[in-house]
């Protein structure tokens, strides 16, 4: 093939422009992920830069990836994901174009498929156009590329005042490489490979001309990987596409599966389940589930904790892991830079570019004071649930490092409390780590350092569940010692964090030892630990189930009469779906099931609305009739905890627990979603043994039995 000069082609085909002004229905993105990859596109499966992209190791290696036909822009009949998670499929037509002879060729008498998957660091696409009208056409097919090697943080935002050397595109027959090297001397490479020369190919555009005889079809195949590889063809597409679904059914069928008398409701499980495994990648220590697609696609301490959280009744092996890569990237040295310190659990990790050179902390960043009390939480709980003593015996040395930085962080005030060790970190250190998330009631933004409610709950439940494990393995005087300073976190957040006049507890404690008197859902993740007494415990529940915090779709995360309340907020009033998860499961702790189910429909009713897909969050403005929740536009979809809010939400309904210690399975006063009269848990681990559990619905009462064929084998505790 020859390197054709775009202007030899027919001017009337060739020089045919990108038409802007075609119709475009409003586009959602779509995800893909395998491994250290994803990718985003939109309805059209077309990549159009701003956050979209095919990204590997936290670098963008395809930035632009439009398909065109005739020179102009498609017309969008529908786009869906598989339900495994593994395929993209866009269906789209031709709007009226002229074929290669001139002749007119009317809108919708072309289909094309466009196809897409990821499987090992490589994105495969399979274009096929099939010509429904009555007439042989030879169609102008083009894909514009570009390749810009921008940094996740770059992507975001982020500004640099150098970057490293973009080499020229080397083209061949059938393919174009592009080539950076960075700053940090690594070079990275983007190949894109095509299953038939293309009849002009630039380094950001190849044609073809393709021929489609009445009632025939054409395919054309393209790959996207670090490298040139065989010739993409039929076979390889079928291949990875076979791999790719192979490696995801193995994923889920890691730990136990649940199926309702709901058909609707199974297709919102199904896909929360499906979105946990498509986020999940297996590390050298295990399965972690990375925390979102596109921000947040990599390893976050405290997402991977709370998803693990979420999953724990049913996949106990989803918090092994999460716990071993945890224990493994622990710090052992002080850096103000990083926000490490000896015993101190990772908040995050980036493989980028900037990150490699420092130019920001997030190599390997520590600023998060949530995230060592909730490792040691859920070391406990998966202790708990388990009773796996081998594996916590490994992780102990790790705990008690853990538990050690807590002590010592938490020596001068008694409280856990965070201030950032430099101004490249996090100005607020816990979930809600915006900048303006954390303030008084009258607006003033507090002096460090500041103690957050929930977090001093997550050190309740860590020295509580630590002093259960050491006297298990009699080690008196520390359970002792953390049995003591469980009890006083207690006394000291009663004390100092209630807030009489508003019935609730603060927000946080600042660096003066005021209080910011503020109603937020903080206070409900103190129910999940069971830290309050039981008057203020119901005190709580009452007001999250007010309006001002909950919306009809679910819990804000702010009451409605703060200063700073804006539905539209990132952290303010907005509606995160794990948050609500988490507050749901402390009121169930109390007994309030069947608030609980309130929730639980809620959640389910905005996921029907967000296609069965949770976001990371979304506005918190008052339900109304025949309205749909209102999306946050630029939420992570999907997002690890935002799927996992599904099954933890069960799981308060259910009042289901397993005690790992006794092999037992007990239920408390178990209710079943609205409109679901049966609920079958499959496969359901309780030491080594599987079991099929059934709640079934019989009045206006919640039974639970075993299967007849695990009668016996596991003892069934169920309290009404």
Not at 51 to 72: A, H, K, N, P, Q
Not at 235 to 247: L, P
Not at 305 to 327: D, E, H, T, Y
Request: net charge neutral; proline share 4%; hydrophobic share 40%.
């Amino acid at each position: 093939m020859t390197q054709l000069d775009e202007r030899k082609l027919d001017p009337a085909i060739a020089l045919a422009s990108l038409d802007e002004t075609a119709p475009r229905e409003p586009h959602r993105l779509y995800a893909l992920k395998h491994g250290d990859c994803f990718a985003v596109a939109d309805a059209y499966g077309d990549i159009r830069g701003a956050g979209d992209g095919f990204f590997r190791d936290d670098t963008r290696v395809l930035s632009e990836f439009r398909l065109t036909v005739g020179g102009r822009s498609l017309s969008l009949l529908g786009a869906s994901l598989s339900q495994d998670n593994v395929l993209f499929t866009s269906n789209l037509t031709n709007l009226p174009i002229e074929s290669a002879a001139g002749r007119q060729i009317p809108q919708g008498a072309i289909h094309i498929e466009r196809v897409r998957l990821l499987w090992q660091e490589r994105l495969y696409e399979r274009i096929t156009l099939s010509n429904y009208s009555r007439e042989h056409s030879t169609v102008l097919v083009s894909l514009r590329f570009g390749v810009d090697f921008r940094d996740m943080f770059e992507v975001r935002g982020s500004t640099r005042s150098k970057r490293g050397t973009a080499h020229t595109a080397e083209m061949d027959q059938s393919s174009v490489v592009h080539r950076y090297e960075g700053l940090d001397k690594v070079v990275r490479t983007s190949a894109i490979s095509f299953s038939q020369p293309p009849d002009q190919l630039t380094s950001e555009r190849a044609d073809f001309f393709i021929a489609v005889t009445k009632r025939s079809r054409q395919t054309l195949y393209v790959e996207v990987g670090s490298k040139t590889a065989a010739r993409p063809q039929t076979d390889r597409f079928r291949s990875a596409a076979a791999r790719a679904r192979f490696g995801m059914r193995a994923k889920r069928r890691h730990g136990a599966t649940l199926h309702s008398s709901g058909r609707v409701f199974n297709d919102w499980m199904e896909r929360a389940r499906a979105d946990v495994a498509l986020l999940t990648t297996e590390l050298a220590t295990g399965p972690y589930p990375y925390a979102g697609i596109p921000w947040f696609s990599t390893a976050f301490g405290r997402d991977g904790v709370i998803s693990a959280l979420q999953m724990l009744w049913l996949n106990p092996g989803l918090a092994r892991g999460v716990l071993a890569f945890l224990a493994q990237h622990q710090a052992t040295e002080t850096s103000s830079f990083s926000d490490s310190e000896p015993g101190k659990i990772m908040h995050e990790t980036r493989k980028g570019e900037m990150a490699a050179l420092s130019e920001l902390p997030f190599g390997r960043y520590y600023g998060g004071v949530d995230t060592t009390p909730l490792y040691i939480h859920l070391a406990c709980a998966y202790a708990d649930r388990t009773g796996d003593t081998a594996f916590i015996d490994g992780l102990w040395p790790s705990l008690c490092a853990a538990a050690e930085w807590i002590e010592t962080a938490s020596r001068s005030t008694g409280f856990l409390t965070y201030q950032r060790a430099a101004e490249s970190g996090l100005a607020n250190q816990g979930w809600k780590d915006s900048f303006d998330s954390v303030f008084h009631a009258d607006g003033r933004i507090p002096k460090g350092p500041i103690a957050l409610v929930e977090v001093q709950g997550y050190v309740f439940a860590a020295f509580r569940g630590l002093a259960k494990l050491a006297r298990l393995r009699g080690e008196e005087e520390r359970a002792e010692n953390w049995e003591l300073r469980a009890d006083a976190i207690r006394q000291q957040v009663e004390r100092h964090f209630w807030i009489e006049e508003l019935g609730y507890y603060a927000l946080a404690i600042d660096g003066d030892g005021q209080p910011c008197k503020v109603r937020t859902s903080n206070a409900g993740h103190l129910l999940y630990v069971g830290l309050p007494n039981p008057d203020r415990a119901r005190m709580v529940a009452d007001q999250l189930l007010s309006a001002s915090f909950h919306s009809g779709w679910g819990l804000r995360t702010l009451a409605d009469d703060a200063i700073f309340f804006n539905p539209m907020s990132y952290h303010n009033g907005s509606i995160w779906p794990h948050d609500t998860a988490i507050c749901a499961a402390g009121l169930a702790r109390y007994g309030i099931r069947d608030s609980v189910v309130r929730l639980m429909s809620g959640t389910f009713e905005s996921a029907v609305h967000f296609n069965m897909r949770l976001p990371e969050l979304f506005c918190g403005f008052t339900r109304s009739a025949g309205e749909a929740p209102i999306a946050y536009p630029v939420a992570c979809l999907p997002q690890a905890w935002s799927a996992g809010s599904a099954f933890m939400l069960m799981q308060a309904c259910l009042g289901l627990q397993i005690d790992g210690w006794t092999n037992e399975i007990h239920v408390t006063r178990p209710h079943l979603p609205i409109g679901i009269d049966n609920l079958v848990i499959r496969h359901l681990s309780v030491g080594h043994v599987a079991v099929d559990l059934t709640f079934q619905r019989v009045g206006d009462r919640v039974g639970a039995f075993l299967a007849d064929a695990h009668e016996g084998l596991v003892p069934l505790v169920v309290k009404s």
